[in-house]
Nanobody, 116 residues
């Protein structure tokens, strides 16, 4: 079955960096685009960034452009989110996402807290 496992979250000071990882299994990873979403307390889940199946195309929400970088390693079935210049408003649970044949799959999420 499809499984997505996020890791790499934690507590970081404003201006700091974190690299999130998502390990994917149960499907042909190299055939599907992947995405990162996040959900802050009391807010709806929102798209952060997405990447095409081969990694040749990426898309970012405007507020993350220039600070976040999504990437993938199809040999390892991994997708990453490098987050730099973190702000308190980036505090959220970050989720890995894939859509396969009309069905959406989520990981369990990893908490990112940006605070001094």
């Amino acid at each position: 079955q499809v499984r997505l496992v996020e890791s790499g979250g934690g507590l970081v000071q404003p201006g700091g960096s974190l690299r999130l990882s998502c390990a994917a299994s149960g499907f042909t990873f190299s055939s599907y685009g992947m995405a990162w979403y996040r959900q802050a307390p009391g807010k709806e889940r929102e798209l952060v960034a997405s990447i095409s199946s081969a990694g040749s195309w990426t898309n970012y929400v405007d507020s993350m452009k220039g600070r976040f970088t999504i990437s993938r390693d199809n040999a390892k079935n991994m997708v990453y989110l490098q987050m730099n210049s973190l702000k308190p408003e980036d505090t959220a649970v970050y989720y890995c996402n894939v859509k396969i044949l009309g069905r959406t799959y989520w990981g369990q999420g990893t908490q990112v807290t940006v605070s001094s």
